[in-house]
């Protein structure tokens, strides 16, 4: 069997195929006969805020998303509030406490708004488990079944880089919202007139940010727990600035369909980006997560519309003749791009085009990426300078430099 050809849950809700996934994501074909850690794909981002309510809210007003499922006071749930919203195959748990004694309170003290779990659906829980507890991962949750009326979810935890942690879903036997625990909901938020049904349709990869000289580290935990291999390294003169530099690093599992970028800082003139992260997030966590479109121009429209804010790119940028002559051409006329500040890249397997907003919170910490592939399987490596430099000038409106 491959993996390759087996879609998750949220992707079969979705309607995405495996060739529309090859498109968004980049998946590539992948045998799990010898893999000791078969991963299918994602299977939520977890977050932690302040206000659960309100961020489920703009997450649907925002960005589009859906209301599909809830916990809270109401469904028994005394602890925290729970809501469960997708776009496409991606589907985000936005959690607060309801409790002042809930566990949650002391982490969004610590650490604002944010991401606390990355949960992957896998085919074998056990086999997963055991293989990490064999090369001596940190296990946060034994393996358990979990049942209510829509049947039963096979699930256990590892921990991975801060206080961020990686669940381990298996729903081969369930059928519900999303948990057992939890209630089908939807929102009373209705969309505007001529909204796109969705603005972004798959999760590209998440970015984690470690601390100096950690790097490495949580590069071999992922080849050694979890079977990751490497996708590509940045190191150097390619992704420094005059002032600010970093080492990423990103690691994915065998379909490419989940990927990690690891950064750590380097020595600079003045403080990185990630410096930045790691002081206002009191250690490391998720820096940004990559949303995949196949319409960036009208994602990044739809977004503007209901203010969002992206970092800025410079006209010079565009009318690089350097540039011009690496990317040749693209789906989007460069004018189109240059007027929402998209950026392009291209490899030897095709191109891409991103976009990043600024921080999403109070505190700058964690981000979006909006990202549209035409065969690269890349990160936008020609573009880190420029991106670099423009959180650099959103640092320095901050005095965090």
């Known amino acids: 069997m491959t993996i390759e050809h087996t879609l998750t849950s949220e992707e079969q809700l979705a309607g995405l195929s495996v060739d529309q996934l090859k498109q968004l994501v980049g998946l590539v074909e992948y045998d799990d006969e010898t893999d000791p850690f078969p991963v299918t794909g994602w299977d939520a981002v977890v977050w932690v805020v302040g206000n659960a309510a309100q961020t489920a809210h703009y997450y649907q007003a925002a960005y589009g998303m859906e209301l599909v499922a809830y916990s809270g006071p109401e469904t028994g749930n ?12 991606v589907r985000f748990v936005i959690t607060g406490a309801v409790s002042p004694d809930s566990s ?60 961020t942690r990686h669940t381990l879903v298996d729903r081969s036997r369930y059928d519900g919202p999303y ?35 950690k790097m490495d580290e949580w590069v071999g935990f992922y080849h050694r727990v979890m079977g990751f291999t490497n996708m590509a390294e940045f190191i150097g003169d390619d992704i420094a600035t005059d002032y600010s530099a970093l080492m990423s690093k990103v690691v994915a599992s065998g379909n490419h ?63 690089d003749p350097e540039l011009r002559a690496r990317i040749g051409e693209v789906r989007v006329p460069i004018g189109v791009l240059q007027e929402r500040g998209i950026l392009v890249d291209r490899d030897e397997d095709g191109y891409l085009l991103q976009i990043f907003t600024k921080p999403i919170g109070d505190r700058p910490t964690v981000f979006f990426e909006l990202i549209e592939r035409h065969g690269s399987l890349g990160f936008g490596k020609g573009n880190f300078k420029a991106l670099f430099e423009a959180i650099e000038r959103e640092q320095e409106r901050r005095g965090n430099v």
């Open 257 to 319: 369909r989940v990927k990690f970028p690891l950064n750590e800082p380097a020595v600079g003139k003045r403080r990185s980006q990630i410096d930045e992260y790691l002081d206002f997030y009191r250690g490391p966590g998720a820096q940004h997560l990559a949303l995949a479109t196949n319409d960036i121009v009208a994602a990044v429209d739809a977004l503007r519309a209901e203010g969002v804010e992206f970092l800025t790119t410079p006209d010079s940028y565009y009318e």
């Open 104 to 163: 949650l309170v002391e982490h969004h003290a610590q650490h604002g708004d944010g991401v606390v779990d990355i949960a992957l659906e896998v085919p074998d829980v056990d086999r997963c488990i055991a293989h990490a507890r064999e090369v001596g991962a940190t296990i946060l949750e034994e393996p358990h079944d979990v049942s209510d009326e829509h049947g039963t979810i096979r699930t256990a935890a590892i921990a991975t880089y801060g206080e």
């Open 179 to 213: 948990l057992p625990g939890y209630v089908a909901r939807t929102g009373s938020y209705e969309k505007r007139p001529g909204a796109p049904k969705r603005i972004f349709q798959a999760l590209d990869h998440v970015v984690g940010n470690v601390e100096l000289g």
């Open 78 to 89: 005394r602890d925290h509030a729970a809501y469960v919203l997708h776009s496409g195959a």
